[in-house]
């Protein structure tokens, strides 16, 4: 198979989202494609080559309520990608999802970090995502010592069943500061405080340790954020609840941000107040402008 511009492109989300619907690959690559034919035909003969794999488990997009299978790189679509880019950091990007029983989750994931791409060109270059590390994928990708690379799952010495387990994590930089945001993608699956009480451990022990610093050693805070993203403000609100009650006394409660989905745009995302919090009543913005 000769690679057309456009199948380059596809790898390319592929590896940058991870895991993908063909809805949401037709709307990054293929726009005009008003029918889906040409993005089925292009992923296919893809799919036929061995650069990108479908997965059978049927998911539904989280934008529009499809059914659709998705799709992540193959080990050759990743190969491709290094050599075509000449690129060795793109030979450790994930191909393989941990969770395959949870492939609507990842879609939803992939359809936040679009969010936070489209609303970083709408800012004009005032904030910029500088790092997005899914759950699957390697923290320290550089890292020459293949021992010493590592994931978000950090697991804490002492207390095996004590994990600290996020969705995924970004770093923004707004002026000098780069904050370290850790995301949770909640589709609503589970009771609000079962999802709090399994959560809270994690992030409260992370948080003593100060372990983004090790994460992402170029934030310039002491602390971070843990930004749970709700497909509604209902699940929202209830969120909200759940964590400020589990966290009541402890400092990590400051850390918490819940935005509900269905209010964000690009246009809205980083400066409108959005976000609500379990230490105060008050809605804030992902980031307060100076």
């Known amino acids: 198979m000769i690679l057309q511009e456009r199948d380059i492109e596809v790898l390319s989300y592929l590896a940058r989202y991870f895991i993908l619907t063909a809805a949401q690959i037709r709307e990054l690559c293929f726009p005009d494609d008003t029918t889906g034919r040409v993005t089925r035909r292009r992923l296919n003969k ?17 934008l529009t309520g499809a059914a659709s299978p998705v799709y992540h790189l193959t080990a050759d679509g990743r190969t491709f990608l290094a050599a075509h880019f000449d690129d060795d950091l793109l030979l450790q990007k994930p191909v393989e999802p941990s969770q395959p029983q949870h492939l609507f989750h990842y879609a939803a994931v992939s359809e936040t970090h679009r969010l936070f791409d489209r609303a970083v060109a709408a800012a004009g270059g005032e904030v910029q995502l500088k790092r997005w590390v899914n759950e699957d994928e390697i923290v320290n990708p550089e890292e020459p010592d293949k021992k010493s690379r590592h994931l978000l799952r950090t697991a804490f010495e002492g207390d095996r069943n004590l994990v600290c ?3 995924g994590a970004l770093v923004l930089q707004y002026k000098d500061q780069k904050a370290v945001l850790y995301l949770e993608q909640d589709r609503d699956t589970y009771f609000h405080d079962r999802v709090a009480a399994r959560k809270s451990p994690g992030y409260k022990e992370l948080l003593l340790r100060t372990g983004h610093k090790k994460h992402f050693p170029e934030t310039t805070l002491p602390f971070f954020y843990v930004l749970f993203v709700a497909p509604n403000t209902k699940r929202r ?50 980031v307060q402008r100076s």
């Open 46 to 62: 893809m799919v036929h080559d061995g650069f990108a794999r479908r997965r059978q488990m049927q998911v539904v997009n989280p």
């Open 165 to 167: 387990l996020p969705d």
């Open 237 to 286: 609100d209830q969120l909200r609840l759940a964590f400020k009650k589990k966290n009541d006394g402890h400092d990590a409660k400051k850390v918490y941000r819940f935005l509900a989905f269905d209010e964000a745009s690009e246009a809205n995302l980083f400066f409108d107040p959005l976000c609500v919090c379990c230490h105060h009543d008050n809605r804030v913005p992902i």
